[in-house]
Every structure is written in C-alpha cells, then in structure tokens.
C-alpha cells in the first residue's frame, strides 16, 4: 500500500496525523467522490461565509477594512515585542497566584499537565476546545496515566465518542451528520435512537452535567492572553468553555504564545471582530476573562489555575520572514472562504490546521519536505487573505513556499522541466506564440483522436480533452479541459483596431 | 513549580532570538485603539433601547419594568417557571429583602450556596438563577456577570434558567467603556472571573440546526429597570 492509501484506514485522530510525507491525493479523491461531503461542508461554508460579509458590512460599513488593519497592527506589534509582553504576562499572572509553566515541545507541554494531574491526584478532565491540545495529542497522554477525559465542546463530544477527528478549526463536525450522531449515541451512550438535533443536544447534556459536577480537572485552551493583567481569555456560544474553568478544582489553560494582547481595549477590537469573522455573529455567547485562581473571599472557583504556554514550532515562525502567519486568531474566515476546502474538506489536509492557514502552517510547523502538496492546495484566488480579520496574506506567503520548494528541489524532476520550458516560452513573444501553437495542435489532435472534437459549441474546432497529457493530467481527473478555439485573444486584440 | 518545563529564561531566549533581541526590548506605547472605528455605541445613543433590542436579537427574553413592578414582576416569571428550588444572587438590589421574601412566599426554596462547602454541586440540581449583573453593553446586549464574595461563578450558568435583573443605569455603551473602567493605575486587581454574557447557550454542530441550552442556561430573562 502506498503512503497514500495508507492514510485512508487511519481513524480518529491518527487522520491528523498521517505517515509522513503526506500525500494529500488519495483524501482528496475520496472527498471529491463523497456527494453528501460536499453537499454539507458546501453549504455550511458558504452560508458563514455570507453571513461574515453581511454582518461585518452591516457592522464596520466602509471601516471594515481599516478595522481589520488596526487588529493586524495589534497582533503584529505583539508579536513583534513578543520578548516583553510574554515577561509582563509571566509576571502579572504569577501575581494573580496562576502557576505559569514553559513548554518548548508539544511533549514538554505533555509531561507538564500530566504531572500536574498526578501530583494533585487527578482522575476526571472535562476539556473544552483547543488547537493546541490536539498539536500535542493531550488526551492520550492523560488517559495513559489512568484520567478519564472527556472533550465537552458538543461536536468534539461526538468526535470524541465516534472515534472521528476534527475538520474545521471552528466547527469540528462539520463532516458529520445528524444520523452519524444518532448512531453513536445509541452505541456509546445507550440512549434511544433519534436524529432530532434538539433532543440529541439534550442528551448530551445531560451526559455532560454529571461529568462536569464530578470532575477535578478543568483543561481548556484561550483565545487569548492579556499581558498587563495577566489574564487568560476563553470565548465559546456553549458555556463549555465556562464550566470547564468554573467547576473542577484545577484549571489548566494551555496557551500558544501568538495569543497574546497588550491590553483590555486591544482584546476588544478582537472581540469585536472574532465571533464576526467566525459566524457572522456579533460576538461570542460566552466571553470568560479569567485572571488568577478562586480568591480568598470567593466562594467557588478553581483553587489552582496553570498556565502552560507552549512554544511546539512558533520561534521558528517568528522570524521576521514569516512572523506575521502568527497573527491568525483561529476564527475559521479563510477556511469558509476557500474554494479548495469548501471542496475537500478538513482531513484532505491530513493535520490538525486545515484550510488555507493549516497549508500555511503545517508545512511550517513540519516541515515543507513532509507535506510538499499542501502549498498547491490553493487555487491563491486570495478569498482567505480578503476574509482575515487579522490580513494575514496567504497567498502571497503559499507562493514563497511554492518558490522554496523549487529551490529546495523537494519539487518532482518532471514538474520542474516542464515549468522551466513553460517560463522560459513565456518569456519572448516568439516562443510563447510558438508554444501556444503547439499547444493547440496537440490538444486538437487528441481531441480528435478521442472523437470529441466539435461537440457542443458555436467553435466548431472546439472539443474536449478529458485527458490531458503531463502535469495536466490531475487537473482532467475530475473536470474536462476545453481545446484552445481558432481565434486567440491576440488575433481579437489585432482585429479590434 | 516547573513540572519537567523550560526554564523561563531559556524560553525567553528563543524567543528573543527570533526577533533578533539580544535582551527583551520594552516597545513604545501598542497601537493607539481608534475609537472611531471601534466604538459602536457612545453614550449619545439610546441605550435602554439599544440594549434591549440587542440582547432580544442575539435570543434573550427582554423586559423594561420600573423598580415598583420588581418584585412582583420577577416572582410571577418563577411562578410561571414552576421553578421550586433556586439559586440568588442580587443583593446589591435595594429590593433584595422584599424580594427574597416574596420569593419564599411563593413556596419557592432559595438555596443557601453561601453555606457549606459544595458550592458549586447544589446548583446542578436548581431551576433557575436569579442574579443582579455588574454591568450591561448596549453595543451588544450584552450582560457582565463577575464572581465576588456575594456571587458564585456559577449563578449565570448552572441553572438551565437564567434571569437576571439590570438597572438602565449600569448599561455601558460599548465593551471598550467597560474595560476603560479596568484601566485603573492605582492597580486594583480584576475580579477572578469576568463573564460577558450575550444569549442563551448555543450550537450549531449537529448539522447547522441552532439549539439552545447545550451547557449553559437555555433561557434568560433580562428585567431591565428604567428607574434604577
Ligand atoms: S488566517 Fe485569518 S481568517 Fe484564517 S483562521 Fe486565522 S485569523 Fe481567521
């Protein structure tokens, strides 16, 4: 079995996490031939994607754009200061009586929670979600040494329970529907069967409030950190997010170190823009600002609050090449936008990030020779970089990785011929007229050979390649290609005068 | 305290390193945060209005009431809840006394969550929560619930009810007025636990169908009090 294939029969998380170098192709095929898949993460999309336009019109008007400046300014000049305001966070959470503790690796962070959870004997963890506790595989970890975890985001929940893995940095199930849910909660759970989503969501609760009532640890990720009060922020529509940092008696927060702001009115401008970016909702149901454990004279709360920040891979993007890819406030924008992954899905992407970010970012974070496809799975018509709320430009950045991969050489021999001689044509008006001559009488020549010349079209030379030679071959697996017709545009453009 | 971690220092210095720092470089002031673009309410707006179309837009149950009408107004809600068996927590009220007794009146126990020391456990099994708010957002309708000495982290968000009670004159225009309070330089410390609240809980996970009260309370009523 090739890398390829292999990576079909993975399940739960392992679909993240793939043999690698991953080869992106065989998910692709499978999600391409997936009807239902398409039709799901289709409409999901495009409907956030709408309602983000709308909203954000409707809210900033012509400020839109200048909004989201001031939130790129914001991240930007953290990161660009990252060395003080990572000291003055240390500093103000310590005084606050958190626990801060430093992880240089996903493994680091790892030993750090689950030393805590064996210290303090711990034995039950509700979760809420967090990206950087499925960088660091967390939950194994903590099972491993006998800590029931249970994850309470309700699509994580179901994930969780159905052995599946996430798709979507915002809306994890999207993949799934409401029969999969059915199924597994009449396997797992024993309850009776149904595909109402109210009364499935009503199940889950009531499975979820026990949890919650008897756990002792909290683990929860945040969306963002507040260096001068030293607070840790944590924005979730289901109250989740709430519970976990309300109820056990330990609370660990594990935090990459983007997620910093300088300042309360800075946290605002992203508050502002991050539920509307995410669902085209005016902001989140549940913003919790926590600063510190319980208090002396409160009555409730968590007695210890930790605080892991972990690095796992982000020094090495915060160099000022490529520091600005850090900005991303994880609202999921870029992924609704884009019309790859509104086709492919979440897994195609084979790791934790998927859309155009996680094709930014995990070859960064892995390594470009480890996942060579996925700066190629943009078709770079700039949707994600128009829907940041934080102007990360994507495209621009995919194309430097496309570059690097040239120079690298991690770019296939045969692919690097034939775009040479195509750069090189393009070059002198001879060559590119001649190459397009060549061009055309081939395709035609196969377009005839195959018997679909002239079919259809007032271009009665015109046919149809659903096989075209070279590296086009993968471009006509799914779609046919027209042949060139009689006129070129240069013949247009010399007639019109 | 460091569980097998770095130590700050060498993980500080990574980070200096990429930004080419040989020691942490104190920056200017961070970007001014231009009111123009960021405010979306000031204090020239209607703001009972504003607040309260708002909260009703993003699904919460909105009434305007004057203080008179409190009382009874909030015990007729619980009467119609069939709530028995609650959880308080508005004693900065003036009505607070009257209200409580009206509520025990009316056959309904309050739970003592201050006695005892499982706080938090009692109010899995109430029926609603009953809370006065630290401030309200007009921008969003949005209510701030914080824990103190007199409110558990729990009022707003363990009972599947919740109904909280905001004077006109604690509505704040936008978020950035509500934080330009935590600006202050004497340094007195933010609560432990700030919660914005807008709505009730919500998902969309199972096939983009909005449901209502998957953690958190599926119903709040909000009681605003123009006179107050
Ligand atoms: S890159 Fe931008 S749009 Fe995409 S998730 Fe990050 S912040 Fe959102």
Redesign the pocket.
């Known amino acids: 079995m090739s890398a390829s294939t292999t990576s079909l029969t993975l399940k739960g998380h392992d679909i993240l996490f793939p043999p690698l170098p991953y080869d992106m192709h065989a998910r692709a095929d499978l999600a391409t031939g997936d009807d239902q898949l398409q039709r799901f993460i289709n409409n999901a999309t495009l409907s956030k994607d709408l309602q983000r336009r709308e909203v954000c019109a409707q809210t900033f008007g012509d400020n839109y754009d200048a909004m989201r400046s001031l939130a790129a300014e914001i991240k930007q000049h953290t990161l660009d200061h990252l060395d003080h305001y990572l000291e003055q966070f240390v500093d103000a959470a310590t005084g606050t009586g958190a626990h801060v503790h430093f992880a240089a690796t996903a493994q680091q962070a790892n030993e750090i929670c689950v030393g805590i959870a064996k210290r303090e004997k711990l034995t039950q963890c509700v979760k809420s979600k967090s990206m950087v506790t499925e960088e660091m595989r967390l939950v194994p970890a903590l099972v491993k040494v006998g800590v029931e975890v249970v994850e309470t985001d309700l699509g994580e929940f179901i994930i969780q329970i159905d052995d599946d893995a996430p798709s979507h940095?915002v809306a994890p199930m999207i993949h799934k529907d409401r029969t999969a849910v059915a199924r597994a909660f009449e396997r797992e759970l024993g309850s009776p069967y149904t595909e109402n989503p109210q009364e499935l969501t009503q199940i889950a609760r009531n499975h979820l409030r026990e949890k919650y009532r008897t756990a002792d640890l909290g683990i929860c990720g945040a969306n963002f950190l507040v260096a001068r009060t030293g607070s840790a922020v944590i924005c979730t529509n289901e109250g989740n997010g709430r519970l976990c940092t309300s109820v056990p008696r330990v609370q660990v927060a594990i935090v990459g170190i983007e997620k910093l702001v300088p300042d309360m009115n800075h946290l605002a401008v992203l508050l502002k823009l991050l539920a509307r970016?995410?669902l085209g909702q005016p902001i989140t149901v549940y913003n919790h600002i926590m600063t510190g454990p319980k208090r002396k004279h409160e009555l409730d709360g968590p007695e210890q609050m930790h605080i892991i920040l972990v690095d796992n891979g982000r020094t090495e993007i915060l160099r000022e090449e490529t520091r600005e890819m850090l900005?991303?406030?994880?609202?999921?924008?870029?992924?609704n936008?884009c019309p790859v992954y509104r086709k492919l899905g979440g897994h195609a992407y084979g790791a934790v990030y998927s859309?155009?970010?996680g094709a930014?970012i995990t070859p960064m974070f892995k390594g470009l020779d480890k996942y060579p496809d996925l700066p190629h799975a943009s078709s770079l018509c700039g949707a994600?970089y128009e829907?940041?709320?934080?102007?990360?430009n994507?495209p621009k950045y995919l194309i430097q990785l496309r570059a690097q991969m040239v120079r690298r050489r991690i770019t296939k021999w045969p692919d690097r011929l034939f775009y040479g001689l195509w750069g090189m044509s393009l070059r002198h008006p001879a060559t590119y007229r001649f190459g397009g001559w060549v061009q055309k009488q081939m395709f035609r020549a196969k377009a005839r050979a195959a018997g679909t010349a002239g079919r259809g079209d007032r271009y009665t030379d015109r046919g149809w390649l659903s096989k075209a030679p070279g590296p086009l071959a993968g471009w006509t697996r799914a779609r046919d290609l027209p042949t060139p017709p009689s006129n070129s545009f240069r013949y247009w453009w010399k007639m019109r005068s | 305290m460091t569980e097998h971690g770095e130590q700050r220092e060498v993980f500080l210095g990574r980070v200096r390193a990429a930004l080419g720092h040989t020691q942490t470089i104190v920056p200017d002031e961070p970007p001014a945060v231009d009111e123009a673009l960021v405010r979306l309410a000031t204090h020239d707006d209607d703001l009972i209005t504003m607040f309260c179309d708002r909260a009703a837009s993003v699904g919460m149950h909105v009434d305007r009431i004057t203080a008179d009408e409190l009382v009874d107004q909030i015990v007729a809600k619980l009467v119609e809840l069939d709530a028995k068996w609650i959880v308080v927590g508005f004693d900065s009220l003036d009505q607070a006394d009257a209200l409580n007794n009206a509520i025990e009146a009316a056959d309904i126990q309050i739970v003592n969550w201050l006695a005892g020391g499982a706080t938090m456990d009692v109010q899995f099994d109430t029926d609603v929560g009953v809370t006065d708010v630290h401030a309200a957002l007009a921008e969003t309708g949005s209510l701030i619930c914080n824990v103190d000495a007199k409110h558990s982290r729990g009022l707003s968000l363990i009972p599947p009810v919740h109904i909280a009670i905001v004077g006109a004159r604690q509505i704040l225009p936008d978020m950035l007025d509500y934080f330009a309070t935590q600006h202050d330089a004497t340094g007195i410390a933010l609560p432990s636990s700030q919660a914005i609240i807008s709505g009730p809980s919500k998902t969309a996970d199972i096939e983009g169908q909005l449901v209502t009260g998957v953690h958190g309370p599926g119903k709040v009523f909000v009681y605003v009090v123009e006179d107050v």
């Open positions: 940095i970016s995410s900005r991303c406030i994880r609202c999921g924008a870029c992924l936008a859309g155009p970010i930014l994600c829907a940041c709320p934080v102007k990360i994507i």
